[in-house]
């Protein structure tokens, strides 16, 4: 056992999205990868966290943020099945142990319990709501069913009624999937007209096992025995093709409108700062989850039993944080790139993104190679032009949204400027005019 003292030299701020009802959804959405994990406890009675591991979570959460700011974030399963007064519970504890630091939640939910009840509670106690949605109906009900095989789009959009109705603040997050990932300006075009101005768009990719795991069929990516790529799984390309063709039409219409959190998270990359996405670090191992009994694990993508760190019952949460287990899970991801990604144009931005997906083979037969590639490398090669130009424009001191007037003129040839044919192009693609810009004046 590490003593509560040891807590003091751990890492000065992490985040750990907590699961207080572990996997249990009232939904059975047929690409999750986390119901499953229901059987790793085939021993629990009840998922729900005792309020005594809760209270324990809060105190140790706060008590290890050397930082003035403590974030929150509460996932599940479906956290909303706990109920209002549960997470009443949660602001109490909360307060109680604060001592002068701001604390703040997010709060993620497929919306379907969603009343007037919760989103009053969630107005007064300032909660960021994420809402799962995968575009409008047809695409929301492919894979987005209840435990009846039952479509679920319309008590969504009912529960985001409810959110609008009490001016609760939320974003979506939109799971790209093999079928909406041919849709992408209908999907993105529905979030708009939903409300939507803060958009999140996570790429599924799961491979099923021939012979499960630990009562697991969607297995890591160190699996060594036969296992295939799920059908509703993203294609590589077509995920690039899918952020591509959203981009274009938000860098031509929606800057400093809506917010994609990619985008946001290439421009950081761009201007060479940290991404605040895990994935696109270096390095990773500070995005740990808990789970409803207070087993910590490695990372959302991890919940696999040699990836558990222990429990904050018999050890404290910063301690487990900063272990050796955890540190070298984050460290591998750098540890483990191959050659291929370290040579690439893109790495800088990439890095070999998230270690889940890296279960392919380079061109040169080396293990490690992300699955997502072709999609990120055509992305981050497409979006450089635009992304130099905004980085220039914020170190000038000047808003990026002037990216959409030059998109214009960019897409008219630049018929302003009239530079000579063999000039730089102004669009700064590094090419002359004459085989860039000139053919659209």
């Known amino acids: 056992m590490i003593s509560e003292n040891e807590e003091l030299n751990s890492v000065p701020a992490f985040n750990i999205m907590a699961k207080p ?15 499953e994990k229901e059987n790793l406890y085939p021993n629990a009675d009840n998922f729900k966290m005792p309020y005594n591991i809760l209270e324990s979570f809060i105190r140790q959460k706060i008590r290890a943020h050397k930082v003035p700011n403590v974030h929150f974030a509460w996932q599940g399963g479906e956290p909303t099945l706990l109920g209002v007064e549960y997470f009443k519970k949660v602001v109490e504890f909360q307060k109680e142990y604060a001592n002068g630091k701001t604390i703040t939640n997010a709060f993620q939910t497929n919306g379907i319990l969603l009343d007037d009840k919760w989103c009053e509670f969630f107005k007064e106690n300032n909660f960021l709501i994420g809402l799962s949605i995968d575009g409008p109906e047809e695409l929301h009900d ?55 101005g803060f958009m999140q768009f996570i790429p599924i990719v799961e491979r099923v096992a021939d012979i499960p795991k630990n009562g697991l069929k969607l297995i890591s990516p160190d699996y060594n025995d036969t296992a295939k790529v799920t059908d509703w799984s993203v294609e590589p390309l077509q995920y690039g093709n899918f952020l591509c063709s959203i981009f274009d039409e938000w860098v031509r219409k929606d800057v400093g409108k809506i917010f994609v959190q990619l985008f946001d998270v290439s421009l950081e990359l761009w201007y060479g ?46 301690a487990l944080v900063n272990s050796g287990q955890q540190r070298k899970f984050g460290a591998d991801k750098l540890m483990s790139l191959p050659n291929y990604c370290k040579n690439c144009e893109v790495r800088f931005a990439c890095n ?22 072709a999609g990120y490398k055509k992305y981050f090669n497409h979006i450089n032009v635009y992304m130099n130009y905004m980085v220039n424009e914020l170190k000038n001191r000047r808003p990026p949204v002037n990216i959409m007037s030059w998109v214009r003129e960019k897409d008219k040839g630049f018929p302003s400027l009239k530079p000579e044919r063999n000039e730089p192009c102004p669009c700064g693609s590094g090419l002359k005019y004459k085989k860039c810009c000139e053919p659209k004046a």
């Open 21 to 35: 009802i572990g996997p249990i959804c009232n939904l059975d959405c047929k690409y999750c990868f986390y119901l």
């Open 142 to 196: 492919r894979y987005r069913v209840n435990k009846g095989n039952n479509p679920t789009f319309n008590q969504v959009i009912k529960g985001i009624g409810y959110l609008k109705k009490h001016k609760v603040e939320f974003n979506t997050l939109t799971v790209v999937n093999r079928d909406n990932s041919y849709q992408p300006l209908t999907v993105y075009n529905f979030l708009k007209e939903i409300g939507s």
């Open 273 to 318: 700062m940290q991404a605040s996405l895990c994935i696109f670090r270096k390095t990773c191992g500070d995005a740990m989850i808990i789970e409803h009994n207070g087993d910590v694990y490695s990372c959302d993508h991890f919940v696999y039993p040699e990836n558990k760190l222990g429990n904050i019952m018999d050890n404290p949460l910063a």
């Open 352 to 373: 070999g993104e998230c270690p889940k997906h890296r279960f392919l083979k380079t061109p040169d037969g080396e293990e490690g190679l992300n699955y997502l590639c």
